[in-house]
């Protein structure tokens, strides 16, 4: 749903972001193009000129983004019998960074890496999530420092940490090389400098302060990962800030089990068919922490991510998916004509469908492939030429095919939902959607060309039932945002409404 042009652009965006939630989630068709909150009775017409509108007896009566939030809690209390308070804060908050974001990219020098572009251009955010800017409600200057959308770059903090305070699991050797030797037997622990803030300073004075990296930090869409472009390092970090539905801390049940994934997920691309083009994995080797306030570890952790070393082949440009679907200057869907947008979208499937599959019908891997955790590697023309898959802690795993493993299981009917959402769902609906934005003549042919990929690694595989159902499904699972935030459910909780099939034939 495109933005609506009434009022400031982050009423806007957010107006937007709530309608998304509640057309998805919970309206019904009312006629002539209304949407009726079933709980409640209240209809809306949100394609009303000027602006989405409640049907009223004396006429249509202009929504703000305050009366939408009012319209919205009534409905969704009256239909769960369970109050919120908060969320109604978390949306106006939202709003309130985009603006703040919006003014501070207008002072900004966008970074000249179409790389970092990619990853810093997403002031719109996840569209089906009522609060997708939030950043836990603090002041502006507590948190747009270290922003990517206000294109925000920062050194990291460098702690010494006791050798009886470290915690290191798998390879973190290259957070070495972020700072000179530490000296006196400690061990080198790179820290965000927004979570040093949230933690209230280094008030354990078992951890040296050491002083800040030389080269600085580039956050990526996530804000809690960083990119270091002189290092070619990724660092994620725990965050203590609440950003769509997680607070966003590495907790230690999921860094425990961090080998274990990332092992699994080197295997994923094995036996691949010969015809399918071999994606890279960004693998996250090991984290490093110190032992702080009984908590494990998980507020200080920082897991190492690969680079772009070895993994992206020479000659091609990586970019985020999330930013290509949302748009950034020197987007490579911009200026393509028809037939080279079709080219696109072939290739784009061609590198990201087959492998996702393969890894879960060969190897019972299920890869968090949403928006945000697929990069695509283009060539000089802007064409997808490899895809890069990223961030083990979304990676989940078959239960009946892994069932001896300590590591984040599903059952199988579980598993492939969860794929479906983030490959068909949250990957392809949305980059196909910025293709028909620009081309909607378009929009048929792409689900037609996508379903035939589909086809093609069912017989690939043997005609498993999953992609048989799914191609004869009606409807796909979408995550509900709304819902979860509105019960104030666990981060990691899943909750499915049904949405229309695009890869069914019309």
């Known amino acids: 749903m495109s933005p609506i042009r009434t009022g400031g652009q982050a009423d806007a965006l957010a107006v937007t972001a709530l309608l998304n939630c509640l057309i998805r989630e919970v309206a019904r068709p009312a006629g002539s193009g209304g949407l009726l909150l079933p709980a409640t009775g209240a209809v809306v017409d949100a394609a009303a000129p000027g602006g989405p509108a409640l049907r009223t007896p004396e006429g249509p009566l202009p929504l703000t983004l305050d009366a939408l939030v009012a319209l919205a809690a009534g409905e969704l209390h009256a239909a769960t019998g369970v109050a919120n308070d908060a969320l109604a804060a978390e949306i106006r908050h939202s709003r309130d960074v985009t603006a703040a974001l919006l003014a501070a990219r207008r002072a900004a020098v966008p970074p000249a890496d179409p790389y970092v572009r990619s990853e810093q251009a997403l002031l719109a955010g996840h569209r089906y999530h009522p609060a997708p800017k939030a950043r836990g409600g603090g002041a502006a200057r507590e948190w747009l ?54 933690l209230g300073g280094l008030r354990d004075g078992r951890l040296r302060d050491l002083g800040v990296t030389t080269d600085p930090a580039v956050p990526t869409a996530s804000v809690r990962t960083v990119y270091l472009p002189e290092a070619d390092l990724f660092c994620k970090f725990s965050l203590d800030v609440r950003i769509t539905n997680d607070v966003r801390r590495l907790w230690l049940h999921d860094l425990r089990r961090l080998p274990v994934v990332a092992d699994l997920v080197d295997r994923a691309f094995d036996g691949l068919p010969e015809h399918t083009p071999v994606p890279a994995v960004l693998r996250d080797r090991g984290y490093r922490s110190a032992l702080r306030d009984g908590d494990g570890g998980e507020a200080l952790a920082v897991i190492v991510r690969d680079g772009f070393g070895q993994r992206l082949l020479p000659g091609l440009t990586a970019l985020a998916a999330a930013g290509i679907a949302e748009g950034f200057p020197g987007d490579p869907l911009d200026n393509l004509d028809e037939d080279l947008s079709l080219l696109w979208w072939d290739r784009y499937l061609a590198h990201v469908v087959p492998p996702v599959l393969h890894a879960y019908l060969r190897h019972g891997v299920v890869l968090e492939c949403h928006l945000q955790n697929v990069l695509v590697g283009v060539d000089a023309a802007g064409l997808p030429a490899q895809a890069l898959f990223r961030d083990h802690e979304g990676v989940k795993l078959v239960a009946e095919r892994h069932p001896a493993l300590d590591a984040p299981v599903l059952g199988g009917a579980r598993a492939w ?90």
């Open 145 to 198: 420092p270290y922003s990517p959308e206000a294109h925000a770059s920062f050194p990291l903090r460098l702690l010494g940490i006791p050798a009886e305070d470290l915690v290191e699991v798998g390879d973190a050797a290259a957070l070495d090389r972020l700072g000179g030797p530490a000296g006196d037997g400690l061990a080198l622990l790179p820290a965000h400098p927004w979570q040093v803030k949230l």
């Open 417 to 506: 939902e969860r794929l479906v959402y983030c490959l068909v769902t949250n990957n392809l609906r949305e980059i196909a959607g910025a293709v028909a934005e620009r081309h909607p003549r378009l929009d048929g042919e792409l689900w037609a060309r996508a379903r035939a990929v589909f086809a093609a690694a069912a017989k690939d595989h043997g005609d498993p039932p999953e992609l048989r159902d799914l191609l004869a499904a009606t409807h796909v699972p979408a995550k509900a945002n709304l819902l979860l935030r509105w019960l104030d459910a666990d981060g990691a909780a899943m909750r499915w409404v049904p949405v229309p099939n695009p890869l069914r034939p019309v």
